[in-house]
């Protein structure tokens, strides 16, 4: 397996990595509000980090005025998250659009009251992350008989938990992962997950090194809150990508096939 020592000194976000992702980062103004106005409309789950990284929660766009340069972000119920917040020098919200990873990067933030309910307020991001790749296509997997990945977390040298969670999608640069919302305490972003237990049908159980990108809460069709983890691969060996790829594509053709029925 390869050296992993130089890969956990990454950035934990894409938007702090210019020279790998820079062209996939925008600057211009209006573009930005553009974008901000989608992701109001859309109504968008948004996770927001705070610049240490040790807490998050969900958050949404309330409001964008161009001409104060303001944006107002939904403030978390919780007055540890909420003073976590207002700590910060920076924040990054992360969010997907029509499957397209979106990071962007704020100031500070301020409390502030937004129709009679606690917000947040901030000035309007300079830059924003819109990763489209097609090794970051990202497919839904199935539902029923889900594929499944262990993750070993190893407490000193003889103490281990075993995480076996289903997959929500996968792509040929990471997958998503869904589990019980208590068990988010157990991971944070950056973190590195070696000799990762991949289930792939009609192959085999491969083992990949995962590193956590995303933490967020997702809601179900009944309501219920689950945990979501985004991970990306970690010198992910060509055979094993290929495993992976050849995958996606019967995927997406099953799927084309199903539809093309209808």
């Keep these: 397996m390869s050296d992993l020592s130089e890969t956990t000194l990454h950035p ?8 790998r992702y820079g062209r996939y980062i925008i600057s211009n103004p209006r573009e930005i ?70 990071q962007i990067r704020l100031g500070p933030l301020q409390q502030t009251q937004h129709e009679n309910s606690p917000a947040l307020l901030t000035r309007l991001p300079q830059a924003m992350l819109r990763l489209q790749r097609r090794e970051f ?18 407490h000193g040298e003889t103490e281990s938990e075993v995480f076996d969670f289903p997959l929500l999608d996968i792509s040929g640069g990471g997958l998503c992962l869904s589990g019980p919302v208590e068990a988010a305490e157990h991971f944070s972003l950056g973190e590195l ?23 967020s809460r997702l809601e179900t069709a009944n309501g219920q ?8 691969y970690v010198n992910l060996p060509s055979a094993r990508q290929n495993l992976i790829e050849r995958y996606i594509t019967r995927l997406e053709r099953a799927r084309k096939a199903q539809t093309d029925l209808i």
């Design 12 to 19: 934990v976000f894409e938007i702090d990595q210019p020279n």
């Design 33 to 102: 509000i553009w974008h901000l106005k989608l992701l109001k409309d859309q109504r968008n789950f948004i996770t927001l980090y705070p610049n240490h990284l040790d807490q998050f929660f969900l958050t949404s766009i309330i409001s964008i005025n161009e001409k104060t340069g303001e944006l107002i972000l939904d403030a978390p119920g919780l007055p540890e998250l909420l003073e976590s917040a207002l700590k910060s020098t920076s924040s990054t919200l992360t969010t997907s659009m029509d499957k397209v990873k979106v």
């Design 137 to 154: 296509f990202r497919i839904d997997t199935p539902r029923i008989n889900p594929l499944r990945c262990k993750l070993v977390k190893h």
């Design 193 to 215: 997950f070696t000799d990762c237990r991949l289930e792939i049908p009609d192959e085999s159980v491969i083992s990949v090194n995962l590193r956590v990108r995303e933490i």
């Design 225 to 232: 809150m689950q945990l979501r983890l985004g991970c990306e």
